[in-house]
């Protein structure tokens, strides 16, 4: 009995000794090199492996950068924004630029209110599916369609549906415009934006192309392509293009934005922390 | 003769055909008419009329856009309106030509009287043409331009022509009607569709459940030659286009090959009876047999109408929308389309308008799925609609793509099935739009 035991002990020793050679050996011999710098890199992103940044996935992300060091600058993780931007900065021994940090908008207002239900929609709940059959409960053929397939798709739970509105809404604090929601919306209702000086930005919530007496009979925040507000801020910043304003983020905010709100006969344009002027 | 049908799945519809017996009025010329430039499949119709124009029923207003595609022709006499955009089928504004309607002059080469004609004088390059030149399109509803199924592809030939006279979605009848009460010009279109294709067999396939119309059309059939009425077992989608091959022929026509590639050649008896009036009678295709009706509606009827006549003329006509409507579909009630307005006018592929009530339209309560399998049973194609719910609510699309959902036909079988009451339909079209946006995005 103590002859088995021994042998049996000595026998697997035997084996893992080889089996341990055999695996020093290849490891030597057919080590792949690997820059230590990209498990570094990958500790500092935020692992959301959201694909905001155009790699797949963190890991991607950290060997694209480690590889190609000399475009540094065309790199950003928009998830970890500017603070995990210097680490990774620190790590390659770079400098890393400044960015304005984003956020994404929904350029519809055509809320339960504004855009009264006309057609019931009794199909699976989903945006692309019923983009699919038809313009939409309240006719706009560009309008939020509101069953949250932008919600569904939204890996920081920043999104969620107005239960009085029917809108998506965006929370300020988890957004991290990764443009997951810009992607899978069928009428692309999404921008993402910088998020402006203090916090203050204007944009127009409408993408209807229609003319403006067909897009009114949908909507009464649609834009109906007036040119009221090019007049206010006569720059290529705010032009009118089918019918619809687009108001692009550098316009000046801080003197124009009331101004620009306040010219908008159907309350198209919107503001965050932008008080409308009053008359 | 003998019935037959196809051997894979299948359901069986309570057929509610309560417009069977009612024969086909021709409704009144509106006032006004939007004729959309995109009826079929394929690329929209070139305006070729402008604003103020004058034109005569069966005048030429919009010509086909490329190969596949067709042209267009006034359904009334009048002044063309400004190009304007409406909302359509599709759900979504359409180009449309509208046209006020003044009198009803006909183009003078439209032979207009009923008097049937036999003999045909024209070759079959010229019935092709002729085909082409009258704009018509499958009138079973998928609207895919005929003329292209005249122009046989290289390497194939044509041995057989099969006429869909089947019907088999519940509630149409406006096929039926047609082969009760257009019967010899049914046949003299099979004997012209026999001639351009140079075939000498023509088989009209009809469901059991009209044995009128098989009756009828089967002593008619007696001075034809090579022509032969067969009966089909009542089993919906019988009128699918490779359930009716496999049916009548027994030949099984794979995924991505067409019936051609078989030797065959499919038309609806709609299209084949507008085969006719543009062969024999020179009149494009301008008007059509629409079904109205539903259980509530007052006359359920079946029309002539003219294209582009809005909708709301035919329900009024057939009673008005019932009270209690909850929705209304065009096609049928299978594989038709609900209609977000009654503005929406008739167009090539508009079968049917059927008015339901909250009732016959409520979707009830989706359970688990339990993969019980019934769903496969009841496919016609031996596809696994539970298995495509699944990946589609998983957002697996690669899988999705894997497990053929792109040969999926719709035909609703597994959705009328599902004891669980999945959306099964919704889902796998769903599935099929992803799949599509993921096959663009690889061409990239």
């Not at chain 2, 509106?30 to 070729?48: D, F, L, N």
């Not at chain 2, 002593?219 to 009128?239: D, R, T």
């Not at chain 2, 091959?245 to 099984?252: P, W």
């Amino acid at each position: 009995m103590n002859d088995l035991f021994i042998y049996s002990v000595l026998t697997l020793s035997g084996i893992g000794a080889v089996a341990a050679s055999i695996l020093f050996v290849a490891s030597k011999k057919f080590k792949v090199f690997e820059d230590p710098k990209i498990d570094e890199v990958e500790e500092e992103l935020p692992s959301a492996n959201c694909g905001a940044c155009g790699f797949p996935g963190c890991r991607g992300f950290a060997e694209a950068i480690v590889n190609n060091p000399d475009d540094f600058d065309s790199f950003n993780c928009p998830v970890g924004g500017n603070d995990v931007m210097k680490k990774v900065a620190a790590i390659m021994g770079k400098e890393a630029t400044e960015k304005e940090p984003t956020i994404a908008v929904l350029k519809c207002n055509g809320s339960r209110q504004n855009a009264p239900q006309k057609i019931i929609y009794s199909g699976e709940q989903n945006c692309a599916l019923s983009h699919s059959m038809f313009s939409g409960e309240s006719g706009c053929p560009s309008g939020c369609l509101g069953l949250g397939d932008c919600v569904d798709v939204c890996n920081f739970g920043a999104l969620y549906i107005d239960e009085e509105t029917w809108l998506p809404v965006v929370d300020e604090e988890k957004c991290t415009s990764c443009g997951a929601c810009v992607n899978v919306c069928p009428r692309g209702l999404f921008e993402i934006m910088p998020r402006g000086k203090d916090n203050k930005r204007i944009y127009v919530a409408c993408m209807n192309t229609q003319k403006g007496a067909a897009a009114k009979k949908n909507c009464k925040v649609a834009c109906i392509g007036c040119m009221k507000c090019t007049k206010v801020y006569e720059t290529d910043s705010v032009k009118v293009t089918n019918f619809c304003s687009y108001i692009s983020p550098d316009v000046d905010v801080e003197n124009y934005g009331s101004a620009i709100i306040a010219s908008c006969p159907t309350k198209a344009i919107l503001g965050v922390n932008v008080e409308e002027q009053k008359v | 003769m003998k019935t037959k049908t196809f051997t894979m799945g299948g359901i069986h519809p309570a057929d509610n055909k309560l417009s069977a017996d009612k024969p086909i009025e021709e409704l009144e010329i509106p006032i006004e008419v939007q004729i959309p430039i995109a009826q079929h499949i394929g690329a929209p119709a070139k305006p070729v009329v402008k604003k103020g124009d004058k034109v005569k029923v069966g005048t030429l207003i919009a010509e086909a856009g490329g190969f596949i595609s067709a042209n267009i022709h006034s359904s009334v006499s009048g002044t063309v309106g400004i190009a304007k955009e409406i909302v359509g089928t599709s759900g979504y504004l359409e180009k449309v030509i509208s046209i006020k309607v003044e009198g009803d002059e006909w183009e003078e080469s439209i032979i207009k009287s009923d008097e049937l004609k036999k003999e045909i004088t024209l070759s079959p390059d010229e019935i092709q043409a002729k085909v082409k030149e009258a704009g018509i399109v499958g009138l079973g509803g998928a609207t895919f331009p005929s003329h292209v199924k005249f122009a046989i592809p290289e390497g194939c030939k044509a041995e057989m022509v099969l006429i869909n006279g089947v019907e088999c979605e519940p509630y149409l009848t406006a096929d039926h009607r047609l082969m009760l009460e257009k019967g010899e010009e049914i046949l003299v279109g099979t004997s012209i569709a026999m001639k351009a294709l140079g075939v000498d067999k023509g088989v009209i396939g009809i469901e059991e459940n009209k044995p009128d119309a098989i009756k009828h059309l089967t002593k008619l059939a007696e001075n034809y030659s090579g022509i032969l009425i067969q009966p089909l077992k009542v089993q919906y989608p019988q009128g699918g286009e490779k359930q009716l091959i496999k049916s009548i022929t027994g030949k099984e026509v794979t995924a991505g090959a067409l019936p051609i590639h078989y030797g065959l050649a499919v038309f609806n008896v709609g299209t084949i009876f507008a085969v006719y009036e543009a062969v024999q009678k020179n009149k494009p295709l301008i008007d059509r047999i629409v079904t109205v009706t539903g259980k509530n509606v007052s006359k359920p009827s079946n029309y002539k109408v003219r294209i582009g006549t809005p909708l709301k003329e035919l329900i009024e006509k057939a009673g008005g929308v019932p009270e209690n409507t909850a929705k209304i579909v065009s096609g049928g009630p299978m594989m038709g389309k609900a209609l977000t307005s009654t503005e929406i006018p008739a167009t090539k592929g508009t079968s049917g308008v059927l008015l339901f009530s909250e009732k016959d339209t409520k979707r009830a309560d989706e359970t688990a799925c339990i993969r019980c399998g019934k769903c496969s049973t009841v496919c016609c194609l031996g596809l696994q609609p539970f298995l495509f719910a699944a990946l589609v609510r998983k957002r697996n699309w690669e899988k999705l793509e894997e497990a053929h959902v792109m040969d999926c036909l719709e035909c609703g079988s597994c959705s009328y099935t599902c004891p669980a009451n999945l959306p099964l339909v919704d889902l796998i079209k769903l599935g099929k739009i992803e799949i599509k946006k993921l096959r663009e995005a690889r061409k990239k």
